[in-house]
């Protein structure tokens, strides 16, 4: 038997904020609320399903250089070009963590700072 990703924990400033930006870049709704400010954001289906949910966790530490670990998303139902401009227009900005340029993919940093990538191929929605 194995594991398998339910959560990904994300540390922010503004939750609330982050999880207005990763539930559109994702199409995901708000799941939970906890009292420590804590959003917890997922698919429609809600905790459990193919997909892991995203834990955003208020955290009031500077962020120190670059991720460790980082999201990459696909399109789903757009070429990727046009898939970037929605994203920018979301609010996430080209991000440098040393690329050459020649990548097939485009560095973005959501509106926190964290870095996240957006692939050229476009996946079937799930």
Known sequence: MACRI???????????ALARFWCEVLDFIVLDREDDGSVEIGPREGFGGPQPTIVL??????????????????ATDRDQNAELERLLNLGARPADVGQTGEEQWHVLADPEGNEFCLLKARLAPL
């Open 6 to 16: 339910s959560e990904l924990v994300l540390d922010c400033h503004d939750p609330e």
């Open 57 to 74: 966790s208020r955290n009031d530490e500077p962020k120190n250089g670059t991720l460790r670990l980082h999201i990459d998303v696909n």
